[in-house]
């Protein structure tokens, strides 16, 4: 599945300070759907490279950092639960730097 | 700037924005948790900032105001928001960005692109002012002769009087600042935690210094930075330019401890927040207390409680090579100071910059 990923204030550091990546996930095999927890699991494995810390807690992201799905907050779309489709856009971005 | 069009639906969202009611919403707002689509969101942050501005008469039509713009996303959403609410709401302000250069390598000078491309962007004029030339010292050369203890009270006492100093060159009536509640609420604990009355009584109001010659406003008060944020996704969705880096230097300040304190606060009850504000507020301090009176330094001018500010004191310690002055608990240092004038003849070997030669 193709998706953009953006990382923002201050997370590009952990993915070395790259800030727009244009990944490709594969679903498991006999799954269709992608939801954001696997994604999350998937950035973790593949894209931070330091850190991981600042990017997550326990199975979702750390408090502080803004999730949007095609530009839509992802508390409207079920957080976690959300499901992927192809070419969507997903948005991460750091509060706890600096104003 | 902004992205076009609108992305598909996710079927899981299939509410319409509580205000138009006609498009797909794109957040939900903190206070009231409605579900609100991006322009609509626009409209309701920028018309909340225009209330607090009204109500809380921030504004004075035909002021100069400088904004305090470090780069970062308050001061940028702060500078963009501003700039569009006085052209809409005809303010008749003049409006400046004013940017301290502290000389950090790799952290201010990249911050400071960002607010030399905001100049542009906005159409605001900016004023830089830098340690270096107002004290004789970068930051750099600070931190190589102190290391990484205690260079945020250098950096503090400086930015603070550095911001000052800018606002006079630029003669603005009035400096406004990005601090939103989270910073506000922070300097709360700091001030309670160090003891200091004097600031705690002041640090919560929404203007300051009105009885000095340069006040200074933080429109975003009320804000708070809990997710999802109202001013950094405005920033986002505006795709405003900002620089989000964390300063080098300043792991080990003090007022980290209480930021990593807010924020776990905020985690389980947003609110707490504005009730730290409130209690600062409320806060009364009793008549019989001795409060610092308020007077100006002997040596550069600038407004001190004791014979000389604290800018330099600290820079007296630099120039010296006795860095540590000024430092930590400050009774006995005057003191100490007066017996050093008496037998050096002090005031003569002075080296550093005059930085008394701006008027107040």
């Known amino acids: 599945m193709q998706l953009t990923l953006e990382f923002g204030g201050g997370l590009e550091l952990l993915c070395e300070s790259k800030k727009i990546h244009k990944v490709n996930v594969e679903t498991q095999k006999g799954v269709e759907k992608l939801t954001m927890k696997d994604l999350l699991t998937w950035v973790r494995t593949n894209l931070i490279k330091e850190r991981p810390e600042m990017f997550m807690k326990g199975d979702t992201v750390r408090p502080g950092v803004l999730v949007l799905v095609n530009d839509c907050d992802w508390e409207l779309s079920g957080q976690l639960n959300t499901t992927l489709e192809e070419k969507d856009v997903v948005v991460f971005i750091s509060t706890l730097h600096g104003g | ?360």
């Not at chain 2, 709360?188 to 009584?201: Q, Y």
């Open chain 2, 1 to 360: 700037m902004e992205k076009e069009g609108d992305a598909k639906p996710k079927n899981t969202a299939p509410r319409l924005c509580c205000v138009c009611n006609h498009r797909r919403p794109a957040l939900k707002r903190p206070k009231t948790l409605d579900q609100i689509c991006r322009e609509c969101f626009y409209e309701v942050f920028e018309e909340e900032i225009h209330q607090v501005i009204v109500e809380n008469q921030l504004f004075k039509p035909g002021e100069r105001v400088a904004i305090g713009a470090s780069g970062g996303k308050d001061s940028t959403v702060l500078a963009y928001v501003l700039s569009k609410l006085n052209r809409q709401h005809q303010y008749g302000l003049d409006l400046f960005l004013l940017s301290i250069d502290e000389g950090i390598t790799g952290y201010r000078d990249d911050s400071l692109e960002t607010v030399k491309r905001n100049e542009i962007q906005y159409g605001l004029p900016l004023k830089v002012v830098s340690y270096k030339d107002l004290y004789g010292w970068t930051m750099d050369e600070i931190v190589k002769i102190i290391g990484l203890k205690n260079n945020c009270t250098f950096c503090g006492v400086f930015r603070r009087q550095a911001l000052d100093r800018g606002a006079a060159m630029l003669k603005v009536d009035k400096v406004a600042t990005g601090h939103n509640a989270d910073d506000i609420a922070e300097t709360v604990l700091l001030n309670i935690l160090r003891g200091d009355i004097a600031r705690l009584s002041r640090c919560t109001a929404i203007t300051t210094g009105e009885d000095g010659p340069i006040p200074r406003c933080k429109p975003f008060k009320f804000h708070l930075l809990q997710i999802p944020n109202c001013i950094l996704t405005y920033a986002y969705f505006k795709r405003l330019d900002y620089f989000s880096t964390e300063c080098i230097y300043s792991p080990n300040a003090y007022r980290g401890f209480a930021r990593e304190f807010i924020k776990d606060l905020e985690r389980i009850r947003p609110r707490a927040i504005l009730d730290i504000i409130k209690s600062g507020e409320d806060f009364r301090i009793s008549t019989t207390t001795k409060m610092p009176e308020q007077g100006t330094c002997e040596r550069c001018g600038y407004i001190s409680s004791q014979k000389w500010c604290k800018a330099c004191v600290l820079l007296e310690g630099l120039n010296r090579g006795l860095p540590k002055l000024g430092i930590g608990r400050s009774r006995g240092l005057n003191i100490e100071r007066k017996k050093d004038v008496k037998e050096n003849n002090l005031t003569e070997s002075i080296e550093s910059k005059q930085c008394g030669t701006l008027d107040f």
